[in-house]
């Protein structure tokens, strides 16, 4: 299996895509807005400043997520799907110096191309369970909890994100606009670029990644 660097903006499906790879076949998932979260959950002020930031739909310094990954990195075994990093091109030079330094495998780039509007309902009806990280949407016949607000997996109360409501999410896909999107550029011209057009049904989409991965 290979080694995936997810593309999308905010929403788009990158955190169900990788719960499925993680199923199926072991993946570990390294997503840098999780380990943020975990550090806003701590209650720390690094964590409060943090919080901040991430509510203003901006991006964290590249210095601190770069350190984030970096630890987790050196914990994980291959095969690993990056979720959320990288958010610009700077990081992605970082991380192909990282995968050098650390002797790691090449990866496939795997754009999730999502409409704004399309991506906006997606937030909205998002919902997740902070004990196993499961996620699920309340609009979506397949990925909905069997009971409302609880996890199918491990029955813990469900929620939503902080920065999921409209007004944040519409700042974050401009982040993503301006600061993520010329790395589909950068992929494609290093020609490791994989693109699923207007990806809707999550079982679908699986199918169309594993062709990519195998
Ligand atoms: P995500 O869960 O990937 O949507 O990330 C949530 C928030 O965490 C983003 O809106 C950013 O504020 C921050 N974040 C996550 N990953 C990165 C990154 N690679 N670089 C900078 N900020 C990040």
């Known amino acids: ?10 929403a788009a499906g990158k955190g169900t895509q990788s719960d499925l790879l993680v199923k199926k076949f072991g993946y570990e998932h390294i997503s840098t807005g999780d380990l943020l979260r975990a550090e806003v959950a701590s209650g720390s002020d690094f964590g409060k400043e943090l919080y901040e930031i991430m509510n203003s739909g901006a991006l964290v310094s590249d210095e601190i997520v770069t350190k984030l990954l970096e630890n987790k990195l050196s914990t994980v075994s291959e095969p690993y799907i990056f979720d959320g990093y990288p958010r610009n091109i700077a990081q992605a030079d970082i991380l192909a110096n990282l995968l050098n330094k650390l002797n790691k495998g090449e990866c496939v780039v795997i754009y999730l191309d999502v409409p704004e509007d399309e991506a906006t309902r997606r937030a909205t009806g ?19 909890p069997k009971v409302e607000w609880k996890c199918d997996d491990c029955n813990t109360d469900l929620i939503s994100r902080d920065d999921d409501t409209e ?9 993503y606009v301006e600061n993520t999107s010329p790395l589909l550029d950068y992929y494609q011209g290093k020609g490791m670029l994989h693109i699923i057009h207007n990806p809707v049904v999550p079982e679908i989409t699986s ?7 195998k």
């Not at 007004?167 to 974050?172: A, L, S």
């Open 1 to 10: 299996m290979k080694n995936i660097i997810f593309i999308a903006p905010p």
């Open 126 to 144: 998002r919902l997740s369970c902070p004990n196993c990280n499961r996620s699920y949407h309340k609009y979506n016949e397949s990925t909905r």
């Open 167 to 175: 007004e944040t999410f519409r700042k974050r896909y401009q982040t």
């Open 207 to 213: 199918a169309e990644i594993e062709k990519i991965i």
